[in-house]
């Protein structure tokens, strides 16, 4: 692959979220917002962050957006489904995220985005009750509706393309079974209405069966399965997920690989979290939790390794709680206790307090992975994309492999990604030359 053979980003990008809560009407909002020069993209690389090119006596660092043939922000249009029926603008006042002067002035654009009907079922999210919502017979009928729904979208706004990025509620916890192995047994699922079948699954059915590429920004299993590695595959669609990474689990893959750089034992990590949005109330019921806790549990074990250091890291203690506390809003608190372990044994104890913003958090990471992925499939890219797992808490990973939750080097293989892409040399920091 290099840059002469990747297709140009011509024509307007559509941006359809499964999902108008907080994350996505946070992201609309400031999208729209930049582009009328009101704010910056902070916390986006792909607007803002640069990339170093070649040797560092060359002294060559374009900003990513400069040096890949990414969208531009003035070409993305939005859509969405949600199974609440409020408008963006009004989603975005109850999510109560951005004040007025932020949406005051986008109130046009926010306002004249209206929810498609949702694919929803309240046993998947019992704490949500949605009056948008599709009806069929089948779950097939329901993921036609939504193929028709991205037909009659790129139609009605005269796109060339579009993405999908998950911005919907973490779902109930399910574990792959006999139908989720082949594209065969889940088309047959969804024609049984069976019930491991979820409605998140469904959108990644219509996304991949209308070539559209898909991000998973929560926990949910969705593209994580072999019959849809399958489909992305035979689609030659662009997959990558999953859990969008935000506030403690970020903090973690920022702290965890220091401790390992400088061979420092853990005794334990204990995290917890408080937090009132809409995602607080979904995961205050035990089912979404525990899809939840599965995503945020795995970080550590794999970053450190145990079975490599079993004198720095077996056995650890790993405790995440996450408590639903209506006052505070998406204003998220997050606590780590942090017990450590140094020379000859003697422990010491580091403490993370981070009031954090979810969905400011958010907002760049679907930007960037709406940017990306479209930039991926027109690089002729398809199937799982490793190199995006610098955003997600889970990332995907090839069966049989381990997945990289190291995020220094997440962002080393993302840049490296787009450096060959590019037709760039790789940067591999070798102490002993220029390099």
Request: aromatic content about 8%; hydrophobic content about 40%.
């Amino acid at each position: 692959m290099t840059a002469g053979t990747i297709a140009p980003a011509t024509g307007k990008l559509g941006i359809l979220t499964p999902g108008l809560g907080a994350v996505a009407t946070t992201f609309i909002a400031g999208v729209e917002n930049v582009r009328r020069g009101h704010g910056l993209p902070i916390g986006s690389l792909t607007q803002m962050a640069t990339i170093r090119l070649g040797r560092r006596s060359e002294k060559r660092s374009p900003l990513i957006r400069e040096f890949v043939p990414l969208a531009t922000l003035e070409d993305l249009v939005f859509g969405a489904w949600d199974p609440i029926p409020d408008d963006a603008m009004t989603a975005a006042r109850h999510a109560g995220v951005l004040e007025p002067r932020d949406l005051d002035p986008v109130a046009d654009a926010l306002s004249a985005i209206k929810p498609m009907p949702a694919v929803f079922d309240p046993a998947y999210v019992t704490r949500i009750h949605g009056t948008n919502v599709k009806v069929g017979k089948t779950k097939r009928d329901l993921a036609e509706q939504l193929r028709q729904d991205i037909r009659d979208f790129k139609a009605r706004h005269g796109l060339a393309r579009c993405v999908m990025v998950w911005c919907g509620s973490t779902e109930a916890y399910l574990k792959a079974g006999a139908v989720h192995q082949t594209v065969e047994a889940f088309e047959a699922g969804m024609d049984a209405n069976d019930p491991a079948i979820a409605p998140s699954m469904l959108y990644a059915y219509a996304a991949l069966m209308e070539r559209v590429p898909f991000a998973n920004g929560a926990p949910n299993l969705t593209v994580d399965l072999p019959c849809m590695l399958e489909l992305a595959r035979r689609q030659q669609v662009t997959i990558s997920g999953k859990d969008f990474k935000t506030g403690q689990t970020w903090m973690k893959t920022v702290i965890a690989p220091g401790l390992k750089a400088r061979m420092l034992g853990l005794a334990g990590w204990y995290s917890t979290n408080i937090l009132g949005n809409r995602d607080g109330e979904v995961l205050d019921d035990p089912a979404s939790f525990k899809t939840k806790e599965e995503s945020k549990l795995s970080v550590l074990h794999t970053i450190l390794q145990p079975e490599l250091y079993p004198q720095l890291y077996k056995d650890f203690s790993h405790v995440v709680r996450i408590n639903y506390y209506p006052p505070r809003g998406d204003n998220k608190e997050g606590w780590d206790n942090i017990d450590i372990v140094g020379w000859m044994g003697y422990p010491m104890q580091i403490k993370v307090n981070f009031l954090c913003r979810d969905s400011i958090l958010a907002a760049p990471i679907v930007l960037d992975l709406a940017l990306f992925s479209d930039f991926a499939a027109r690089a002729g890219l398809s199937g799982m994309q490793e190199w995006l797992s610098f955003y997600y808490k889970s990332p995907m990973a090839q069966p049989g492999l381990m997945p990289e939750h190291d995020l220094f080097i997440q962002q080393t293989k993302l840049k490296n990604t787009l450096r060959h892409l590019m037709g760039e040399e790789q940067v591999t920091h070798l102490g002993l030359e220029d390099a």
